[in-house]
Structure formats: C-alpha cells, structure tokens
C-alpha cells in the first residue's frame, strides 16, 4: 500500500513546483508562453491522471478495506464455529467417558455374575454327577446282590460245596475242585472255608507250576483271611513259590515273616529246615537264631 502512494506523492510535488514555478516567475515572451503553455498543459494532465489514480486508488482501498473486514468477520465467525465446536467435542467426549466407565462397570458386573454363575453350575454338575454315581453305584450293588442272591439260591449249600471241593482235591480231581473251590468262592466269599477254597485254589496252581497263580491266591488267604487256619500254610507255601520263581531273596523274607509270626507252629520248623537248606539265617536281622 505504500509503495502505490508514492508515485502519487511525487507526481503531486512536482506539479506544487510547476505552479509556484509558474507564479513567481517574470511576463515570458512569446517563445517561452508556448512552452510554459505546454508545461502546464502537461501538469494539467499529470494532475488529471493523479486524480484519477488516486481515485482509483482510493477505490481499490475501499474494495481491499471491504475484504479485509469481511475477512476478519468471516474469521471471527470461524473462530467462534471452532470454539463452539471444541466446547461442544469436549463435552460430548466427557459424556462419552461417563458413558464408556459406566458401561464398563455394567460389563465387569455382568461378568462377575457370569463368573458366580458358573461356580454354581460347576457345583450343581458336580452334585449331580455325585448322586448319578451314587445311583449307578447303588444299582451295581442291588443288582450284584440280586444276581448273588439267585447264583445262592441256584447254588448248593455251602457245607455240601465245600464238602464235593474238597473231596475231588484228596482225590486229585484238580480240574473239577478247582470249578468248585472257584464256586464257594463266587457264592459265598465272606465265610471262613472261602479263605480255605482260595488256599487250595493256590495248592492246585502251585502243583501245577503256576507259581505266580499260586502266590495271588496265598496273598488272598494271607490279607482277607489272616486269623483263618490257612494262614500259616499259606505264607510258608508263598515263600516256595517265590523261591520257585526265582525270587529267592523275597521268598527267604516271606519264611523269616513265618517264622516270627508263628514260631511254634509246624510250618515254622518247615520254614527254618528249607532256610538251613539255601544256607541263610532264619533271623530278620544279621545274626543266627
């Protein structure tokens, strides 16, 4: 804007000094009115076109003052728009937090339900997994003691089973004492003579040399039956056995129980006749007897 100004500035002293030029100076002769003539014609035109531009210029001003308020209005306006915007993304983002923490703390609620929920449909599973064992168990046992129950009843009496077992046994009937042995001891496990059924169940496999047959049926006498009259005799022939299976060490260990156990018995006399005979103490511990 300045730099517009400054032809019109100087234009405009040039033709103050034309002018006083002009006044001050003596009547010109003819020659020089001619050009004095011309000069001020031209200062006229100069002075014309200065008005005409600082018309224009002061046009141009006015148009470039419009703009510039309009601008500034228009970003005034805009700056307002913005902060009203701001304002209004702030609270929205405010809200929109609120939102978002109280919907979290629905979610973690809903989850800790969920999660409470499952724990006790975990223990109503388990409960009832509990009473279908507990039902499938009870009718395992009715229906074992039912199928016991008709088995006993189909079955001889146990005196007389027991009797034709023992019979077929002394009369090396092996085959036929072992089903019948086998038998007491299916339909009647719980009496004394069951404990001796699995003795000479053990006695029919031991002479058949199927020691480790033999050494389960001694251990049944042995655990299920300890007090019967079949205890001794069984430990003593389990110790054989083992000796027979090569497991020498085991079955010196299992006479050495015998003859602690029953030391007056004449299984124990047995138990230390075949200890002196593999050449080891009868004792537990390092020592003789």
């Given at each position: 804007m300045n730099t517009q100004r400054f032809p019109f500035l100087l234009f405009l002293s040039l033709a103050l000094l034309i002018a006083l030029w002009v006044a001050g100076s003596p009547a010109p002769v003819e020659g020089a009115s001619k050009e004095i003539v011309q000069l001020q014609t031209q200062v006229q035109q100069l002075q014309d076109q200065m008005t005409q531009m600082k018309q224009g210029f002061d046009e141009r001003m006015g148009v470039m003052k419009n703009l510039v308020e309009q601008n500034t209005d228009?970003?005034?306006?805009?700056?307002?728009?913005?902060?009203?915007?701001?304002?209004?993304?702030?609270?929205?983002?405010?809200?929109?937090?609120?939102?978002?923490?109280?919907?979290?703390?629905?979610?973690?609620?809903?989850?800790?339900?969920?999660?409470?929920?499952?724990?006790?449909?975990?223990?109503?599973?388990?409960?009832?997994?509990?009473?279908?064992?507990?039902?499938?168990?009870?009718?395992?046992?009715?229906?074992?003691?039912?199928?016991?129950?008709?088995?006993q009843a189909q079955a001889p009496p146990p005196d007389v089973l027991y009797a034709n077992a023992l019979r077929d046994y002394n009369g090396g009937k092996n085959d036929l004492a072992s089903q019948e042995f086998s038998d007491y001891i299916k339909f009647y496990p719980n009496t004394d003579l069951a404990g001796n059924s699995y003795f000479y169940l053990a006695e029919i496999q031991y002479r058949a040399g199927s020691y480790p047959q033999a050494v389960?049926?001694?251990?049944?006498?042995?655990?299920?039956?300890?007090?019967?009259?079949?205890?001794?005799?069984?430990?003593?022939?389990?110790?054989?056995?083992?000796?027979?299976?090569?497991?020498?060490?085991?079955?010196?260990?299992?006479?050495?129980?015998?003859?602690?156990?029953?030391?007056?018995?004449?299984?124990?006399?047995?138990?230390?006749?075949?200890?002196?005979?593999?050449g080891v103490s009868t004792a537990t511990r390092t020592g003789a007897e």
């Amino acid at each position: 804007m300045n730099t517009q100004r400054f032809p019109f500035l100087l234009f405009l002293s040039l033709a103050l000094l034309i002018a006083l030029w002009v006044a001050g100076s003596p009547a010109p002769v003819e020659g020089a009115s001619k050009e004095i003539v011309q000069l001020q014609t031209q200062v006229q035109q100069l002075q014309d076109q200065m008005t005409q531009m600082k018309q224009g210029f002061d046009e141009r001003m006015g148009v470039m003052k419009n703009l510039v308020e309009q601008n500034t209005d228009a970003a005034n306006k805009t700056t307002a728009a913005i902060t009203s915007l701001q304002t209004t993304l702030t609270k929205q983002q405010g809200d929109d937090a609120g939102r978002v923490d109280q919907l979290s703390g629905q979610i973690q609620a809903l989850t800790d339900t969920m999660d409470e929920l499952k724990v006790r449909l975990a223990k109503v599973s388990k409960q009832l997994e509990d009473m279908q064992s507990s039902q499938q168990s009870i009718a395992a046992n009715q229906q074992a003691a039912q199928a016991q129950a008709q088995a006993q009843a189909q079955a001889p009496p146990p005196d007389v089973l027991y009797a034709n077992a023992l019979r077929d046994y002394n009369g090396g009937k092996n085959d036929l004492a072992s089903q019948e042995f086998s038998d007491y001891i299916k339909f009647y496990p719980n009496t004394d003579l069951a404990g001796n059924s699995y003795f000479y169940l053990a006695e029919i496999q031991y002479r058949a040399g199927s020691y480790p047959q033999a050494v389960q049926n001694y251990d049944q006498v042995l655990q299920n039956f300890p007090a019967g009259t079949k205890a001794a005799s069984a430990q003593l022939k389990k110790g054989y056995a083992l000796i027979e299976m090569g497991k020498k060490d085991d079955g010196v260990q299992e006479l050495r129980h015998l003859i602690q156990r029953y030391p007056k018995t004449n299984e124990a006399a047995q138990a230390r006749d075949r200890l002196k005979k593999l050449g080891v103490s009868t004792a537990t511990r390092t020592g003789a007897e």
